[in-house]
Nanobody, 122 residues
Framework: QVQVVESGGGLVQTGGSLRLSCAAS????????MAWYRRTPPEKQRVLVA????????DYADFVGGRFTISRDNAKNTIYLQMSNLKPEDTAVYYC???????????????WGQGTQVTVSS
């Protein structure tokens, strides 16, 4: 059994900061890439915010504009998203995914968390 759990969302004023965490746990043999996505209702599609490889290579969506930093702790199977200078348009449900291989499934499967709400007030 594998779980991916996000935390750290909340309500913040424009210009404020939040730090999101995403931890993978369970029977894990290896984790490949991990990433943050977000979905803004009523949109149904999740949009990539930032991703990071096992080796620490990070990639960001254009709308991040240098305001967010993704980081990873491989020993803890955890990634973080430090968000600064938040804007009302950053309001969304933020989801994490991890591409995980288990002892019984040696190929990587994408697991998603349930999401954490971020609300930025104007």
């Amino acid at each position: 059994q594998v779980q991916v759990v996000e935390s750290g969302g909340g309500l913040v004023q424009t210009g404020g900061s939040l730090r999101l965490s995403c931890a993978a746990s369970g029977s894990i043999a290896h984790i490949n890439s991990m990433a943050w996505y977000r979905r803004t209702p009523p949109e149904k599609q999740r949009v990539l915010v930032a991703g990071i490889t096992t080796g620490g290579y990070a990639d960001y969506a254009d709308f991040v504009g240098g305001r967010f930093t993704i980081s990873r702790d491989n020993a803890k199977n955890t990634i973080y998203l430090q968000m600064s200078n938040l804007k009302p348009e950053d309001t969304a449900v933020y989801y994490c995914h991890a591409d995980i291989a288990t002892p019984t499934t040696p190929y990587h499967v994408r697991y998603w968390g349930q999401g954490t709400q971020v609300t930025v007030s104007s």
